[in-house]
């Protein structure tokens, strides 16, 4: 159970003691001048920027050694030297002063701790993982900024112009609560609509962002697109996505599954059109969720059409396509330098004779090809490719649900490859590689963290 009391401190003008001068000692230094705060340092030797900062009117220094008696007189102390000793009798004796104590990364020696903040103009949010993992605290405090990195500055200044007026009208607590809170969420409102509906030329005031969600990892989406779901009323999503990135939607978003695989159809494509129209048209901010990118075999064009037709508005926010960003987190370079200079991204569900599909004889010449749906039609791409003059011997790898947690690689040549990849167990859906740039390096293994530890 975390028992910390979150409190805001007021240290402008305040004496704050550092006692250390190496790296993190100058991140204390630098935030608490950020502040305003009146720092003096004790250390031996400094970092070039606290050398710098030295000259500073804010700022003291003393170049020697801790003493006792060095905290007396001081709001708060931080510690950060190499000398466990040394943290625990500057703990004690600010203890016995009852003088706020943080001894960096020794959560014993600490009698309070450091958020991680997320600050933009007046607003400021502090996260605490009660010491237990700071860097958690990061990643969640960076969630929040892309939430309330754009726009709440300006609205809360808004507020606070309006707040001493509440004040004055009204002489109950209760009373100026209920008023405020009204004004609050009338103002979100009119933030929420002014970026479509102020600016917008379109006839209707909802609109349609077309995201890419990336290769499968939930963290690889784009800031702007997490911060698109973050604020959507309705997402329309596909078999790709992780349902992860769902979890980051408003409790009263409403979610629609239109996803399609290649070996079978869920929904229609005009059936996914009318649902964006439709939720469009009826003032929603809509998000069309797709795995990759929207305009890398994933219809976006479509839809973009579609969309327009009808007089909607669209945003568009790129993500990682599979044929890229899996490779890629492999550590396959998809062009190198003497080994392929050229590279084609293809598709592997048009593979018949009709006038429009895939020229596989032009293909097998590129250096490096990527097929995206093709795991089914694999004997008859690995046909076409030799057929055409592509060498027997041309290494592959094929990759099931990349950059995910049941992610399985799977190696072979053209030769080899139909064989091997028999032996997957697995529905998830993958891509192909061809090309020497396969064996340019070794497949990277994706460890969990309790094989890192052994």
């Known amino acids: 159970m975390n028992t910390l009391y979150p409190i805001f401190l007021k240290v402008e003008q305040k004496p704050v003691l550092v006692i250390g001068g190496g790296k993190i000692a100058e991140q204390k230094v630098s935030g608490l001048l950020e502040v305003n705060a009146t720092v003096t340092v004790i250390a031996p030797k400094l970092t070039t920027r606290l050398e710098t900062l030295s000259g500073a009117g804010n700022i003291f220094v003393q170049k020697r050694e801790y003493r006792r008696g060095d905290v007396e007189g001081f709001t708060l102390v931080f510690a950060s030297t190499n000398n466990p000793a040394v943290h625990k009798e500057i703990f004690d004796e600010a203890i016995s002063q009852n003088i706020p104590v943080n ?115 939930p963290d690889l989406i784009s800031v702007k697109g997490l911060h698109a779901i973050q604020q959507a009323d309705v997402i329309a999503y596909d078999a790709l996505v992780s349902p992860d990135l ?38 929603k901010n809509v998000v069309r969720l797709k795995g990759g ?114 992610q399985i690689v799977i190696k072979g040549t053209l030769s080899t490859i139909v064989e091997n990849v028999q032996t997957a167990k697995t529905d998830a859906p993958g891509i192909i590689i061809i090309g020497d740039v396969v064996d340019a390096f070794s497949v990277q293994k994706k460890f969990d963290a309790k094989e890192l530890l052994q």
Request: aromatic fraction near 6%; glycine fraction near 10%.
């Open 103 to 217: 001894v960096v990364d020794v959560p014993d020696l600490c009698n309070f701790y450091l958020a991680s903040v997320f600050r933009n103009g007046d607003l400021k949010v502090a996260v605490s993982t009660n010491g237990k993992s700071p860097t958690l605290g990061k990643i969640i405090r960076d969630r929040i900024a892309a939430e309330f990195g754009k726009g709440y500055p300006e609205l809360l200044d808004t507020l606070g112009d309006i707040r001493p007026y509440v004040h004055s009208a009204y002489a109950k607590t209760e009373k100026r609560k209920e008023v405020l809170e009204r004004i609050v969420d009338e103002e979100l409102k009119k933030k929420l609509l002014s970026r479509s509906a102020l600016t917008s030329t379109h006839p209707y005031s909802g609109k349609v962002i077309l995201v890419g969600a990336g290769p499968g990892d």
């Open 246 to 283: 769902l979890l980051s939607a408003r409790p009263e978003c409403e979610n629609i599954f239109v996803g399609k695989r290649s070996n079978g159809h869920f929904a229609l494509q005009e059936e996914i059109n009318g649902v964006l129209i439709s939720r469009a048209k009826a003032g």
């Open 293 to 406: 990118d929207p305009f890398v075999f994933g219809r976006g064009g479509e839809e973009l059409l579609a969309l327009r037709e009808e007089g909607v508005e669209v945003e568009i926010i790129p993500g990682i396509t599979a044929g890229i960003g899996i490779p890629s987190s492999l550590g396959i370079p998809l062009t190198h330098r003497g080994i392929a200079s050229n590279v084609v991204l293809v598709t592997g569900s048009e593979i018949s004779d009709k006038e429009n599909s895939v020229d596989w004889s032009n293909i097998s010449a590129i250096d490096t090809i990527v097929v995206y749906m093709g795991i089914k039609k694999l004997p008859e791409i690995v046909t076409k490719l030799t057929n055409s003059g592509r060498n027997n011997e041309a290494p592959v790898a094929v990759i099931f649900g990349g950059t995910t947690t049941d």
